[in-house]
T-cell receptor, first 111, second 114 residues
């Protein structure tokens, strides 16, 4: 079964501090991992995906298959990063497989 | 620009009513999804569809059904609405093509069952 775990409901940091949002997954096959973000009063949107290995808005995430983790990191938080962040998983290479989300972490960046 | 449009932003229905939530996408995506979003529970998958007339249950299908008669439209049906179905409902679509599996979301429908 697919499962995504985000252990923190809320993460509060000060502006300029480093941020790490945790995501662990369980899946027996080869996973494709994503981070989605929802800003206040906006629709959910993709932030980044592991296969792209890119940095978006200063955020990066590395897939660690040994630890089954896909933590989201940013070295210096900005107030505009305040949002709800969701980690998501689907089967890599599958065209029709379901997309499963974690419970989300609310990031609050204090001035 | 990908558009996923849900027919209503807000709905108020009575217990026992049959409720239809409609979702339309304009990018010829194969996959469509219905989630409910609740505080502390995140997004939970109700049903998804990978082709016209094809559907699979998600993690919480009880009390719901779906219909996909056309590729662009995916409907969520609450057969007999109950108060515990009060929630935010999100529709999403995605391509099945490798490298384009990003899901695009609608704006959500906040359903209140009284």
């Amino acid at each position: 079964a697919q499962r995504v775990t985000q252990p923190e409901k809320l993460l509060s940091v000060f502006k300029g501090a480093p941020v790490e949002l945790k995501c662990n997954y369980s899946y027996s096959g080869s996973p494709e991992l994503f981070w989605y973000v929802q800003y206040s009063r906006q629709r959910l949107q993709l932030l980044l995906r592991h296969i792209s290995r890119e940095s978006i808005k200063g955020f990066t995430a590395d897939l660690n298959k040994g630890e089954t983790s896909f933590h989201l990191k940013k070295p210096f938080a900005q107030e505009e990063d305040s949002a709800m962040y969701y980690c998501a998983l689907r089967r890599y290479g599958g065209a029709t497989n379901k997309l499963i989300f974690g419970t989300g972490t609310l990031l609050a960046v204090q001035p | 620009d990908v558009k996923v449009t849900q027919s209503s932003r807000y709905l108020v229905k009575r217990t026992g009513e049959k409720v239809f939530l409609e979702c339309v996408q304009d990018m010829d995506h194969e996959n469509m999804f219905w989630y409910r979003q609740d505080p502390g529970l995140g997004l939970r998958l109700i049903y998804f569809s990978y082709d016209v007339k094809m559907k699979e249950k998600g993690d919480i299908p009880e009390g719901y059904s779906v219909s996909r008669e056309k590729k662009e439209r995916f409907s969520l049906i609450l057969e007999s609405a109950s108060t515990n179905q009060t929630s935010m409902y999100l529709c999403a679509s995605s391509s099945g093509k490798q490298g384009r599996t990003e899901a695009f979301f609608g704006q959500g429908t906040r359903l209140t069952v009284v």
